[in-house]
């Protein structure tokens, strides 16, 4: 039977999740709510084992500056109960669907994870997140349905919620399930688009802790944490978070706090993360540490990535130094080769929007952008033993590599990838890195 002190089911087990919902239950917990996790594990690896040997319980490090005065503090995370690891304990994870006790589901399966799939039969194990979510649900909509269901995806994609439950009734009618299913999915079923934001580099080997050698969990975070959750006021009964310490709000429209998140944090992060590698510049500290790499990305936010967005202006400024503030963080060592995971994905979500509306808007790209984007290609190009992506991206640059000369890889890399059309922002900015 299904553990019977869950509420919460957590797919995903990395430092973010653990971090940032760990941390905001485990606050609800000790005000005297009783809310529990059970992490679910997509991935290859052993980490739930590894988290069931010290109980599931681990420590939080938060530690940085928030209004100008210094945070460093521990706080033990004993909120998560239980784990699973899939496609291993399918049985195990159906059995949650006709428990009465469960009532949320959060996610974080990166922009990576939450795409479409065609799935096979019905009866076979999908292989693809949304698929599981379906099967899921048929389960629950049979054992359970006067069951309230509350979906909150944190992937960093717009309208993460609705693209999860256009997914989910997309399989539904691949599979041939039943209407009066797709009926319940959308009128019982709670989607909600929400936006995270928190740096949380993972663990601080940098730092000198004796908890270090205890707990091999022990992850890191900036005192910032922002969850934005998309929805009417109605769904506030369902979102117990909107109490936590951190900054939980629930708005009618959140797509203003989104598209600044992701265009002048996530974009900042994945611009500086292949000229960092490139150049072997291994942390966000170290690569804004120079003058002249801060001065680049001071000019990179206000102009080329602020005038893409038709958003206050003064509150993307204000923004934008606190993003900056953030990446300075003198506790904080944030590798740009974990920031580099699934960085294809990152560049299509995060930096062609940007390119393509200031291109709109002005009739030529951004050239610091551009530079940057181009690095991050040109890193692939030249240690595609280094790729952290998906195997067929892995597969691909590893081929093209081979083939041609890099200037004529890199444009191929850029068609095939971006398919975009490019002007003198490519020509300049490769001339500059070839220089370096």
């Not at 939980?248 to 002048?264: A, P, Q, T, W």
């Not at 003058?291 to 602020?306: G, Q, T």
């Not at 994905?345 to 009739?363: H, T, V």
Request: aromatic share 10%.
């Amino acid at each position: 039977m299904a553990n019977p002190e869950i509420q919460i089911l957590q797919f995903g087990t990395g430092n973010f999740l653990r971090a940032y919902i760990g941390s905001m239950v485990q606050d609800l917990n000790e005000s005297g709510k009783q809310l529990n996790i059970c992490l679910i594990q997509s991935t290859s690896g052993n980490t739930i084992a590894k988290l069931a040997a010290q109980n599931y319980e681990y420590h939080l490090l938060v530690a940085g500056y928030k209004d100008g005065h210094k945070i460093e503090s521990i706080q033990k995370i004993n909120c998560v109960k239980d784990g699973l690891s899939l496609p291993l304990e399918q049985k195990k994870f159906f059995e949650f669907a006709h428990s009465p006790h469960l009532k949320w589901i959060i996610s974080n399966v990166t922009e990576a994870g939450m795409v479409w799939k065609e799935e096979g039969p019905f009866e076979k194990f999908a292989e693809s997140f949304a698929g599981r979510m379906t099967q899921w649900l048929y389960r629950r909509f049979l054992l359970k349905p006067e069951a309230d269901t509350v979906i909150l995806p944190c992937e960093l994609l717009p309208q993460n919620g609705e693209l999860l439950k256009g997914f989910v009734l997309g399989h539904s009618k691949n599979w041939n399930l039943p209407k009066e299913f797709n009926s319940w999915i959308k009128g019982k079923v709670i989607f909600l688009n929400s936006l995270v934001d928190r740096i949380v580099p993972g663990f601080p080997s940098h730092l000198d802790l004796p908890l270090k050698e205890k707990d091999p969990f022990l992850v890191q975070a900036e005192p910032y944490a922002l969850w934005a959750i998309e929805g009417p006021a109605s769904v506030r009964v369902h979102l117990p978070f909107l109490e936590s310490n951190s900054e939980v709000i629930l708005e009618e429209d959140i797509s203003g706090y989104s598209l600044r998140k992701v265009r002048i944090l996530n974009a900042s992060h994945t611009a500086m993360t292949g000229h960092g590698q490139l150049l072997n510049i291994k942390t966000v500290g170290d690569w804004i540490e120079s003058p002249e790499r801060e001065s680049f990305l001071l000019e990179m936010i206000a102009k080329e990535i602020i005038p893409s967005l038709n958003l206050n202006s003064d509150d993307l400024k204000k923004y934008g130094k606190e993003v900056i503030d953030r990446f300075k963080n003198p506790f904080v060592s944030h590798k740009l080769s974990d920031i580099s995971l699934n960085s294809i994905s990152k560049a299509k979500s995060r930096i062609i929007p940007i390119l393509l509306d200031y291109q709109a808007s002005f009739g030529y790209y951004p050239q610091k952008l551009s530079y940057c984007l181009i690095s991050l290609l040109l890193f692939y190009l030249r240690n595609p033993d280094k790729i952290r992506d998906s195997n067929d991206i892995v597969l691909w640059f590893q081929n093209v590599s081979k083939n041609q000369t890099e200037l004529d890889n890199l444009k191929l890399s850029l068609l095939h990838w971006l398919q975009l059309n490019w002007d003198a922002a490519f020509d300049l900015a490769y001339t500059k890195l070839t220089e370096e």
